[in-house]
């Protein structure tokens, strides 16, 4: 016996009940099962009307799971590929600023937690926070302040 067709509704709920999605991101994952007829559009805008979908606590999540292994530029990157920009992106980008080099200083601790003892093994430990999407100013610092404290 076949399993009945869940709605277009049903779905974005169930998706939705696992973790925040960005609207663009319920589009996608939509698109695949709308029938003729199915408006993705008006079904996001009435989920959105009932606070179950919300780019603020989408923002807010992907931030809160990111933050402590990834960089500013890195975090801003992905909230852009889902659709998040404008104002929202510049106050996300202004609280992320704040605390920049410490992440880096926590991120730096759980790889390394030992000073480079040359040249080589100080521009292999940049290059792992660059690739994290740490900024080279908040490198800098986060280098130095290791250097500091004794590390």
Excluded: C
């Excluded at 999605?21 to 805008?45: C, F, I, T």
């Excluded at 979908?53 to 801003?76: C, D, K, P, Q, Y």
């Excluded at 740490?134 to 130095?144: C, D, G, K, T």
């Amino acid at each position: 016996m076949p399993k009945p067709a869940i709605s277009l509704k049903a779905r974005a709920l169930r998706y939705l009940s696992a973790r925040e999605h960005s609207r663009a991101e319920l589009v996608k994952k939509l698109a695949r099962y709308a029938q003729e007829g199915d408006d993705v559009e008006a079904l996001l805008n009435e989920l959105a009307a009932a606070k179950f979908l919300s780019e603020e606590r989408f923002a807010e999540s992907l931030v809160h799971r990111r933050a402590a292994r990834f960089g500013n530029s890195r975090i801003l990157r992905e909230l852009q590929q889902h659709g998040i920009d404008g104002e929202m992106l510049a106050d996300v980008q202004a609280s992320l600023a704040q605390d920049e080099t410490a992440r880096a200083v926590e991120v730096w601790r759980k790889k390394f937690d030992r000073l480079p003892s040359d040249a080589v093994e100080r521009a292999k430990q940049m290059r792992f926070l660059q690739q994290r999407g740490f900024s080279h100013r908040a490198i800098q610092a986060a280098l130095r302040a290791v250097a500091d404290a004794g590390e």
